[in-house]
């Protein structure tokens, strides 16, 4: 049994249900109403060309093809994880992308040799979604990371050159805020993992079962997914922190606020 199409007149009268949200958000000045649209939109259109696109790939199922579009979502997360962290993209495009790899290839080898298989992994129909599934969960958690580390530094600079005045050394005086980081990055998807199947059903089991898979067999796949993401995201923001963090300070472990871009560094003259 598959699961029942939606035909493109009932997606799009279901879609006018964003008008509730449009409204609220207007009402009350939020400034969002723009953005919102926006980004609908683009999902929708980005989401349909990639439906199409896929379709060809999956049928064509080319390792070179499936791999170049796997780079494709990598670079696109590296980008994004820089930009929406507020930080320069030549500082930390390199540790980012050490970090977003690592993940990818402890993930790839957990999954084609333990999981599916070597064989039945490299197959564009498993490659692709799990990769970004992956990818594109552990986006957040980095970000979060990422701002965390090194706005928590900006902002208590005094306190990080109080703990190398007593002798510490810049790890041991960066430790602190490194443990923060991680539980603002990891904190809200510990809480989430813990109430999967009592409050919500994630969206690849749902997908799965409304696809007509057993539900057992969908259970088994969420789950290895979800240690995947969790493990995925704590590798990639680990290794981001730890190595970005040899750009972000001086010869003298003095902290440089020129990582930031114009915008946040025109912020932080303000707020000072």
């Not at 300070?249 to 902290?255: A, G, P, S, V």
């Amino acid at each position: 049994m598959g699961s029942t199409d939606i035909s493109w007149l009932n997606l799009l009268l279901g879609s006018f249900v964003l008008l509730l949200p449009v409204w609220i958000l207007f009402h009350y000045k939020t400034g969002l109403v723009k953005a919102m649209v926006i980004a609908f939109a683009r999902m929708g259109v980005q989401l349909t060309l990639v439906g199409i696109y896929l379709g060809y790939i999956f049928k064509l199922d080319y390792w070179w093809l499936n791999l170049l579009w796997v780079l494709m979502m990598i670079f696109a997360a590296c980008f994004t994880i820089i930009k929406r962290s507020e930080l320069k993209q030549r500082k930390f495009f390199i540790p980012v992308l050490i970090g977003v790899l690592a993940n990818i290839i402890l993930n790839a080898a957990i999954f084609s040799f333990i999981i599916v298989g070597k064989h039945n992994f490299f197959y564009a129909r498993y490659l692709i979604p799990i990769i970004g599934m992956i990818i594109g969960n552990c986006l957040s958690s980095a970000i979060i990371g990422l701002r965390s580390f090194y706005q928590e530094i900006s902002k208590e600079e005094e306190r990080y050159r109080y703990y190398l005045m007593c002798g510490a050394t810049k790890n041991e005086a960066l430790f602190p805020f490194f443990s923060d980081a991680l539980k603002n990055a990891f904190s809200p998807s510990i809480a989430s993992t813990a109430t999967i199947g009592l409050i919500w059903l994630p969206g690849m089991m749902t997908g799965q079962i409304l696809g007509g898979s057993d539900p057992t067999t969908a259970i088994k796949y969420q789950i290895i997914i979800m240690i995947a993401i969790f493990v995925g995201g704590v590798v990639t923001v680990f290794l981001s922190l730890m190595l970005s963090k040899d750009f972000a300070f001086d010869e003298y472990y003095m902290f440089d606020k020129s990582i930031y871009l114009e915008k946040k560094q025109a912020k932080n003259k303000e707020g000072k």
